[in-house]
């Protein structure tokens, strides 16, 4: 079981943009984040990530396993932390970047 006691909202939060992580707040949603972060940094996206712990608000995104992951209005992933390395190639082939 994950230690959830600390829900919050990490500082880089970026309300309105095309990468979301959806979770409950704890320690995977942020490393999450992290590896967000810098997968993005590494294909040179400026775009921030915006994050929401509000469970009925990831219901209704179509997110039942925490962490997610939406891009562009798609879901990616639920239920797992993908490393940077992963989320660099889901960002190339969802954006279609070569």
């Known amino acids: 079981m994950h230690d959830c006691k600390d829900l919050k909202i990490p500082d880089n939060n970026t309300p309105g943009s095309?990468?979301?992580v959806l979770g409950s707040g704890c320690?995977?949603?942020a490393k999450f984040g992290e590896n967000l972060i810098e997968a993005q940094k590494i294909l040179g996206i400026d775009e921030g990530v915006e994050y929401t712990i509000d469970i009925f608000?990831?219901?209704d995104a179509g997110v039942m396993?925490?962490?997610g992951l939406i891009i562009d209005?798609?879901?990616i992933c639920e239920g797992?932390?993908?490393s940077v390395e992963q989320l660099v190639e889901v960002i190339k082939t969802v954006r279609g970047i070569e």
Do not use: M, Q, Y
């Open 73 to 75: 209005g798609n879901i």
């Open 27 to 29: 320690e995977r949603t």
């Open 65 to 67: 396993n925490n962490p």
């Open 18 to 20: 095309a990468f979301k």
């Open 57 to 59: 608000k990831i219901f």
């Open 80 to 82: 797992r932390v993908l």
